[in-house]
């Protein structure tokens, strides 16, 4: 008899879970028959992108039949003044999780280890499974000496082995909002072994407004195995078009980019993401949107009595006291949108990305109405 197919696969993909996305609005209005859904559920910019990128991307429809430019040459150049690098430092992905599976690409293997912390972003442990590497998840603080729940830099720096060729962290972390601060995690960069590619990734740089937060760019001139990735699917609001950058020594950009297909990035996201760094402006309304949101979120949470964790990014996880998966439930049948983060190893929590106001409002009364049901 012929194999299952799917023992055909690599011993890692057979044991992968694939990554479970935020319920799109169109599925939850087909399901339930809702017409006025909210989506708080994917750490999306609840302002979309500002005029300028919509009058760019109009130019994209003269070329839809070219492929798009394969190295980038405008995004890379805008990139490369915003950051005072050379554009052989940039690499362009399709999203910035396609950078990080760039990473995991060119220096992972079944005979590699990756590290990362406990109830970190789920595509770090999605990419080292695809390529059957073995993953050290090093545990988070619990409370004592650090956040709880954030990234423990010591039991990282312990989790490193000899065969690891790959440490990922999420500065902040999603889905617990929880960062690191400057001292910490240059001593940690300056500690880890050479052989070890350090991944900061820095989707949620734009928001942070912490003064101990790091630039972790500013370390690349000294470490060869670092990389620091951005993308434009938060603050910038442009999270369907899928564009995300790396940035590193040219010798690490150089691996990268013998991995990444050709056309990784299309013509409507390199122009949509050069014309977003042009308008400082809306990423500044974006983000103080953000503030004001938030500030509407713990205020709405801390009246309930609920416990949360406190977060520098656009999106809050809150303990609900309760089998997360059925507040969820209960949250759609009202048309809100969250996502449990039960799996990742945090029972009890729901995750509600920061919408505009009228969104939160919803989020917080839906939920005040399902608690006391
Ligand atoms: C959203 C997110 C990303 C970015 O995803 P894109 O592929 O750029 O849309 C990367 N890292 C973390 C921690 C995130 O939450």
Do not use: C
């Amino acid at each position: 008899m012929a194999p299952a197919i799917a023992q055909l696969a690599t011993a890692g993909v057979q044991a992968l879970r694939p990554y479970a996305p935020g319920k799109p609005l169109t599925e939850l209005e087909r399901e339930y028959g809702i017409t006025d859904a909210v989506k708080l559920a994917s750490n999306e910019n609840p302002l979309g992108p500002g005029p300028r990128v919509l009058e760019a991307v109009r130019g994209g429809f003269d070329e839809l039949a070219r492929y798009p430019d394969g190295n980038g040459f405008a995004l890379k150049a805008a990139l490369a003044e915003k950051h005072a690098v050379p554009t052989e430092a940039i690499t362009l992905g399709n999203g910035s999780n396609d950078v990080l599976e760039l990473v995991a690409r060119a220096f992972l293997s079944p005979a590699t280890s990756a590290v990362y912390s406990a109830h970190a972003f789920a595509v770090y442990p999605l990419v080292t499974q695809a390529i059957g590497a073995r993953a050290n998840v090093a545990a988070a603080h619990d409370g004592n000496d650090g956040p709880r729940f954030g990234h423990n830099l010591e039991a990282m720096h312990a989790a490193i082995d000899a065969d690891t060729r790959v440490v990922f962290i999420a500065n902040p972390n999603n889905p617990t909002g929880t960062w690191l601060d400057r001292a910490a995690l240059q001593r940690f960069v300056t500690a880890v072994p050479d052989h070890v590619i350090v991944v900061i990734d820095e989707a949620y740089f734009e928001y942070v407004d912490e003064a101990e937060y790091p630039d972790s760019m500013e370390w690349i001139p000294d470490f060869p195995n670092l990389l620091v990735t951005r993308t434009f699917s938060k603050a910038y609001g442009l999270a369907s078009l899928r564009v995300g950058y790396g940035v590193s020594q040219p010798g690490l950009a150089d691996v990268l980019n013998r991995v990444r297909q050709p056309f990784n990035v299309n013509s409507f996201a390199q122009l949509a993401a050069v014309a977003a760094l042009q308008d400082a402006a809306h990423l500044q309304e974006s983000v103080q949107v953000n503030h004001s949101g938030m500030q509407q979120l713990l205020e709405g949470v801390e009246a309930m009595q609920l416990p949360y964790i406190p977060s520098v990014g656009n999106f809050l996880s809150v303990d609900v006291g309760r089998d997360p998966g059925a507040v969820y439930e209960a949250l759609l049948r009202e048309g809100v949108i969250v996502r449990p983060v039960d799996n990742y190893g945090m029972p009890g929590y729901l995750r509600v990305s920061v919408g505009l106001p009228d969104e939160n409002r919803r989020f917080l009364l839906a939920l005040e109405k399902v608690l006391a049901a």
